[in-house]
């Protein structure tokens, strides 16, 4: 079936460093591509997408690219604070079928240390 | 403006009982969704329907049933709760298929 992965699993950087997670797709199909945001005991929140036909979108701190060719995309967060302390989920939309619209990959908990 | 409301929050069961969580959205929304969060697993969908009147099986749909009550309104049943089904589950909504997805907090659930 489609996949996503997603790495690293956790990742830990001090304040002011940049934060990168990638994730990889398996539906060439895929076209749509968001980034959730999960504070501790609040459900996901989208933070920014990007569609297949741009190669990078930014929004403030946060970018985000797409390689189409080898099916991988990544979120990066400039200049970290604390409060970008949660778990980021990265997810791919496939074609129809039994899995709805959206295929999430498994997580990245970030932590910022000031 | 409330968003996706999910009751009950919190939720303990013992195995064979039923029970429904119950799920409200006040955007209008055409499509709901029901997922649930595992450790290590990410968000999985259960069922999904994308407009009022329909239902589809997401990836996990074994030991669920779910009903869109009307628009506004999409529940999950456990008819017969099993261990294997402690998990934190979230109701979503969209516009429509393919949109931005909205989240409700949660409902976590032991299955003793």
């Known amino acids: 079936g489609e996949n996503v992965e997603q790495h690293p699993s956790t990742l830990s950087v001090q304040e002011g460093d940049s934060a990168v997670i990638k994730c990889t797709y398996s539906d060439s199909a895929s076209n749509y591509f968001p980034w959730y945001k999960q504070e501790l005991g609040k459900g996901p929140q989208l933070i920014i997408d990007i569609r297949s036909n741009v190669g990078e979108k930014k929004d403030q701190r946060i970018a985000v690219t797409l390689n189409k060719t080898a099916k991988h995309f990544s979120l990066h967060i400039t200049e970290t604070q604390p409060e970008d302390s949660a778990v980021y989920f990265c997810a791919a939309s496939i074609r129809g079928g039994s899995q709805g619209n959206l295929i999430f990959g498994k997580g990245t908990k970030l932590s910022v240390k000031p | 403006n409330a968003g996706v409301t999910q009751t009950p929050k919190f939720q303990v069961l013992k195995t064979g009982q039923s029970m429904t969580l119950q799920c409200a959205q006040d955007?209008?929304?055409?499509?709901m969704y029901w997922y649930r969060q595992d450790p290590g697993m990410g968000l999985r969908l259960i069922y999904y329907?994308?407009?009022?009147?329909?239902?589809d099986k997401g990836e996990v749909p074994n030991g669920y049933n779910v009903s869109r009550l009307n628009k506004r309104e999409f529940s999950l049943r456990l008819e017969s709760a099993a261990p294997s089904q402690t998990s934190v589950y979230f109701c979503?909504?969209?516009?429509?298929?393919?949109?931005?997805?909205?989240f409700g907090e949660g409902s976590r659930l032991t299955v003793l």
């Open positions: 979503a909504s969209s516009s429509h298929r393919g949109g931005e997805l909205f």
């Open positions: 329907s994308a407009s009022e009147g329909t239902t």
């Open positions: 955007m209008n929304h055409n499509s």
